[in-house]
């Protein structure tokens, strides 16, 4: 069952997703070689709570962090701790808030100081297909031209999808109906019609080598089985009367 926000909801929504976006500038001047990952943690858990939202991730099925912090070959829900970030990373910073009982997650994906050609144009590439799948999402639209706008731009860039993971839909439960594949094939029933009032978590995964991922020994970070570099963006946006609403912009 998808549910439908109301513009009250989609406005608490929007509260929380300032709070992130706030987050996320601090953590885009964090990021420099020499930062341990856990301080990124720390300073966002802390700026959240100062703002008064609470950290959506935090003991969220028992994840033990306020944000997730993936560094390289890590593609989602890296544990932040005592690792320091070096000169040619690219790191993906993935926050949730919950204020006033409403959730917004966002994510993006940074270089530390310089880095490949490749990661460059990774990152990018991931950032371009986040902005085509938003572009797709109005009233009327199926949900599979979402999906297919995000393999789209990143297949045509000679990259690959993760697949094993994907985006949500999003309100007074971080994760909610429906599932947003970055793909569309035949196990992906894409056929439902987007209707105003609808929130959706985008999210773009996707590995400079092949699609496929595995979990780590500690039980949650998912890496590129291949070991190739991986990125990560994502806004929540809200399909309003006439396009997508971006709320953690």
């Not at 930062?35 to 008064?52: D, H």
């Not at 005592?82 to 204020?99: A, H, M, P, Y």
């Amino acid at each position: 069952m998808v549910s439908l926000k109301s513009p009250r909801e989609i406005e608490l929504m929007r509260e929380s997703g300032a709070i992130l976006a706030e987050v996320l500038e601090m953590i885009r001047n964090e990021v420099k070689p020499g930062v341990r990952t856990g301080t990124i943690n720390a300073k966002a858990e802390e700026l959240i709570r100062r703002r008064g939202g609470y950290p959506s991730f935090l003991k969220y099925k028992g994840y033990p962090a306020s944000v997730c912090v993936s560094v390289n070959e890590e593609v989602v829900h890296g544990i932040p701790g005592e690792r320091e970030l070096r000169e040619g990373d690219v790191v993906s910073i993935d926050v949730g808030v919950r204020n006033k009982n409403y959730h917004a997650d966002a994510a993006i994906t940074l270089p530390v100081g310089e880095v490949s050609e490749e990661a460059k144009r990774l990152m990018s590439t991931c950032r371009e297909a986040l902005e085509e799948a938003i572009r797709h999402v109005k009233p009327g639209a199926k949900l599979r031209e979402v999906s297919a706008a995000v393999q789209r731009t990143v297949e045509g860039a000679g990259f690959s999808v993760v697949r094993k993971f994907v985006g949500h839909g999003i309100g007074q439960k971080l994760h909610e109906d429906p599932q947003i594949p970055n793909f569309v094939d035949g196990t992906f029933n894409g056929e439902l019609i987007l209707k105003p009032g609808m929130v959706l978590a985008i999210e773009p995964m996707i590995n400079a080598g092949g699609e496929d991922v595995e979990v780590a020994e500690n039980g949650w970070t998912v890496v590129t089985r291949d070991g190739s570099v991986s990125a990560h963006f994502e806004h929540t946006v809200a399909v309003g009367e006439s396009g997508a609403d971006i709320l953690t912009a």
